[in-house]
């Protein structure tokens, strides 16, 4: 009996060691429970809060006022951004409840970032452009515009390309940063447009009747506004030609047409064939912007010539 007593005993202090070391196995099989129910309880919070907070953003962004609301793709960038944001934050709140060092854990994150940027580099100058064009709304989709040589409509802009079609139908597919780096001109910001035609007159023509004939071209033109009110000068001399310059605003849609037209009506009148005038342009059904100096003096900022 005491031979069993001591065999016992022996294998309780081969399997067991001693009673101390037993206390510290069950007090760490009782911290990692705490710890996974906390951890768990932390991960459940921060998926619950990325989501939450990512639907704020975009609803509160989608309130913003007219001309200051964001566009639809900002919108969404800068959500998902809230929302890994967040998701970062409580993954490492979960492993540092876990017991792991957060050091090592941001000093991983900081190199796998620099690689990550530094492979990448091209893609995310792009994204980067495309923030500052939906923030800042150079142009929108539909827009007429001009950058990098090429100009065209503005089917499609998201944070890495700005897709244009062109007046022949073809695809231009643009990345941001060339289209933010270079120079862009918007053809379709303001309502009205001013229509430059220049041409040159012989000396030897009636040069005051050609000017009043085009003169009044241009305001008898229905899709001419009458303020600023079109205007006939003289912009240079030769020894054998003067060239005339005629001004006329018109709204940012009927601008083809009228200097299609002023020009057509130049050609014949100085080859004097006034008969040969083809009739005026009917006026589109669109209403017309209100008349006046400010409808001009907006459009002044942008000059584009013909």
Known sequence: MQFDDEVDTRLRQTVFGDESLLHKFTDAAGDLAVNLVVGTIILVLTLWASAWL???????????PGRHAPDLTLQTFVASLVRYVILVIGFVAVLQQ?????????????????????????????????????????????????????????????????????????????PNNKVFGDVIVNHSHHESRRVDVTFRVLTSADLA?????????????????????????????????????????????????????????????????????PPLPEASVSPEPAPGPKAGRRSLRSRPKA
């Open 98 to 174: 876990l017991g792991v060092k957060t050091t090592s854990i941001v000093a991983v994150l900081g190199a796998a970032s620099l690689a990550i940027g530094l492979a990448l580099q091209g893609a995310l100058s792009n994204v980067a452009a495309g923030v500052m064009i939906l923030l800042f709304r150079p142009y929108r989709v539909g827009d007429v515009i001009e950058t990098g040589g090429r100009k065209g409509t503005v089917r499609a802009l998201d944070l890495v390309i700005t897709e244009l079609a062109t007046a022949d139908n073809l695809k231009i597919v643009i």
């Open 54 to 64: 990512s639907r704020v953003t975009r609803n509160a962004l989608g309130r913003l």
């Open 209 to 277: 009747a050609i000017m009043a004939g085009i003169q009044a071209r241009a305001v008898a033109n229905p899709l001419v506004l009458q303020a600023p009110a079109p205007s006939t000068s003289v912009a240079a001399l030769g020894e054998s030609w003067v060239e005339v310059e005629v001004q006329a605003w018109t709204r940012r849609q009927d601008h083809g047409t009228v200097q299609a037209d002023l020009l057509l009506a130049a050609k014949l009148l100085g080859a004097g064939k006034p008969e040969d005038l």
